[in-house]
């Protein structure tokens, strides 16, 4: 059974920056691509970022610069480093097993993410 448990969510100031980490178990984590997802009230999930299991990263164009994904494949954890948060960054923000670059059948998203972390940037 996959697990997900996010954290690192909350209230930030426009400018601000946050950390979310993503704790998973129930598989060789460190054989699969993970990817941070977010997705607002009313709109389909946006991809943000992956990271390869051979450590190769990638980022969408609205956080290229100022986001870092990276993993922790000893303790089965991903993280999102956030900076320069901006208000149309708020979300709410789940770690998910696969790489979903580009289009991706959301019932894949489904089965293979977590319940996800509040993020909300505002003054």
């Known amino acids: 059974q996959l697990q997900f448990v996010e954290s690192g969510g909350g209230l930030v100031q426009p400018g601000g920056s946050l950390t979310l980490s993503c704790e998973a178990s129930?598989?060789?984590?460190?054989?699969?691509?993970m990817s941070w997802i977010r997705q607002v009230p009313g709109k389909g999930p946006e991809w943000v970022s992956t990271?390869?299991?051979?450590?190769?990263?990638y980022y969408g164009d609205s956080v290229k610069g100022r986001f870092t994904i990276s993993r922790d494949d000893v303790k089965n954890t991903l993280f999102l480093y956030m900076d320069s948060l901006k208000v149309e960054d708020t979300a709410l923000y789940y770690c998910?097993?696969?790489?979903?670059?580009?289009?991706?059948?959301?019932?894949?998203?489904?089965?293979?993410r977590g319940q996800g972390t509040q993020v909300i940037v505002s003054s």
């Open positions: 998910a097993r696969g790489d979903y670059r580009g289009s991706f059948d959301s019932r894949i998203l489904e089965r293979n």
């Open positions: 129930g598989w060789r984590f460190g054989d699969y691509p």
């Open positions: 990271a390869k299991a051979s450590g190769i990263t």
